[in-house]
Structures are given as C-alpha cells and as structure tokens.
C-alpha cells in the first residue's frame, strides 16, 4: 500500500486485541491550497514565532501556559499532561456497543482513519469484529489517544473495513435548548401547504443514493482559472441570472413542484467527467507564457 500509516496500535474489546494501522481517510491532494505571496516580488510569506521582548524565538525555548488570568500564565510540562492520560497511547478501547442511528451527526468531526488489521494474526479477529458489527447494524464507541490527544471515537464497519471518527464530546455541542427564545409561536400552516411541501419533498426522494454522483464544484472551477492564467488567459463567466422573486408560499410551492417534475432532483444527474483535484497541467503554452515573463 503506497499510504502510509498514521497511527498503529490495538483494537481492544474486552479481552480481544486486534492489532491494527490507521490510514487518513481525507483526501489530502483533494484540496488546492493557495499560498501568500508579496506583491510586490511575489516571495511566499514566512510566519516566524516572536516574542514581543526578545524578537524571534527558537522551538526549543517554547513552553505551554495557560492564562488564568489577564497577563497571567501558569507553565504546563508535556510530561505532565502525558501523566493524565487515562487510555493507553497505543489502543483503541472500546467502551460501548451502539447501533448505528445511536449518535447524532453533530457530534462528527473531521478526523477519519480507516483501520486495516495489522499483520496474519490480526486477520481473522478484525473479521469477525468487522463482519458482526456489519451485519447488526452496530457500532463502537471507544477511546484513544490520537497524536497526543485524547479522543472518543466511533468504530464503524464501512465496505468491508473499519473505520474510525473522532468525536466532540456533550460539551462541545450546542443545544437546541439555546435557541428555543429566538423561534416565535409555530404559524398556522395550511392543509394545502403541507400536501405541497410534502409532495415536493417527495418528488426529491432517492431510494439509491451515494455521495459519488457529486463533486466539489469549487475546485473544479478554481482549477480552470489557475489553468487559465498558467496558460495566459482570462476566463470569462456568464452573468447570473437572477430568478423572479415569487412572494405567494403556494404559488413558489407549485412551481417548485413543475420544475422537479421536468428536470429530476440532484441527485440524478449524470456526474461531470472527474479531474484529478489539486494538480494542474503544465502544458507547453503554460511553459513558454512563464519563459516569456521570467
């Protein structure tokens, strides 16, 4: 496998271990990253650690504080918060056996890995935990200690593998509790409004469905015009068109409902040809163009 692993360790269920290797599952070469430059000499822009006393500051000389009060820093030791850790830095422990609808999508954040069994031995235990929770449609929540951090996260069978999510904890999650001011009295809705509203919802149902049939429409357009000044050109955009304000719900109701019943709803249109995200082609007129102004 040409990935490298992130992370290696056990899966541990009570008495179990199932060594395994974690693997990103973000796709980093996805993303186009732009970087800043002076414009005046187009040089990338360094960030270096200061302090306001004594000017740059080395790694070495860096410690950890943290502000109790304006000004005021207490001096945290690494070594000390390793000595808090309550689960091993090599173990993914489980803790709890969930269904699959058990957590709210809220509480995932963006840190993914997919686990691999690690090694002969590791092979048949990661199946069978793989395939059980597979077929019950089940999944653990464990925790780990991730790159210095401790972390609760979900292990779920995914195509034949593990995979594992980070989670935010109770506390980092905001509840609906603190909007319940901002929302005034539920307005009267008409029988006519909810057969509309439904029925338009419906017209969008897809009893297939995959996030493949989409694809990020951002980058695609940002790598034609970083392609297009590559190769020295401009590129030109239609100007929207702005869509008739419709101020009656039952009349923007029915003709939402013409429109789905002509076109189809997203998901069934045929997927654009895919790029490779994050590279751009170097061709022969990109090389002269920068020949010419270097």
């Keep these: 496998m040409a990935a490298h692993a992130a992370w290696k360790g056990y899966l541990k269920l009570s008495l179990v271990s199932v060594p395994v290797r974690a693997y990103s599952a973000t796709n980093a070469a996805a993303a186009i990253r732009l970087n800043q430059l002076h414009e005046a000499c187009h040089s990338r822009i360094k960030y270096q650690k200061t302090c306001p006393i004594h000017g740059e500051v ?18 945290i030791d690494p070594a000390e918060i390793k000595a808090l850790r309550t689960t091993s830095e090599d173990a993914i422990s489980v803790d709890a056996i969930v269904h699959a609808d058990a957590i709210d999508p809220l509480h995932f954040t963006e840190k993914s890995y997919y686990l691999l069994p690690d090694g002969n031995v590791a092979q048949k235990p990661y199946a069978l935990v793989q395939r059980c929770l597979a077929d019950d449609d089940l999944q653990a929540v464990a925790r780990v200690v991730l790159f210095g951090r401790d972390e609760l996260v979900v292990v779920r069978p995914i195509d034949g593998l593990l995979t594992t999510t980070a989670l935010k904890y ?7 509790s603190m909007f319940s001011g901002e929302l005034e009295p539920t307005p009267h809705l008409a029988a006519e409004e909810v057969s509309l509203t439904k029925t338009l919802l419906k017209s969008f149902l897809r009893r297939e469905f995959s996030l493949a049939a989409y694809k990020d429409e951002y980058i695609e357009k940002l790598t034609s015009l970083i392609e297009a000044k590559v190769e020295g050109k401009k590129l030109v955009s239609p100007p929207p068109t702005e869509e008739p304000r419709v101020i009656n719900l039952v009349d923007a ?3 939402s409902l013409a429109r ?10 045929t997927p654009a040809p895919r790029r490779t995200p994050g590279k751009v082609r170097k061709s022969k007129s990109a090389a002269r163009a920068r020949r010419q102004t270097g």
């Design 58 to 75: 080395a790694k070495e000389e860096i410690v950890l504080g943290y502000e109790y009060a304006k000004g005021q820093y207490v001096e």
């Design 170 to 176: 109770e506390a980092e999650i905001r509840q609906t």
């Design 253 to 255: 109701l029915k003709k």
């Design 260 to 269: 789905a019943g002509t076109r189809g709803g997203p998901a069934e249109r």
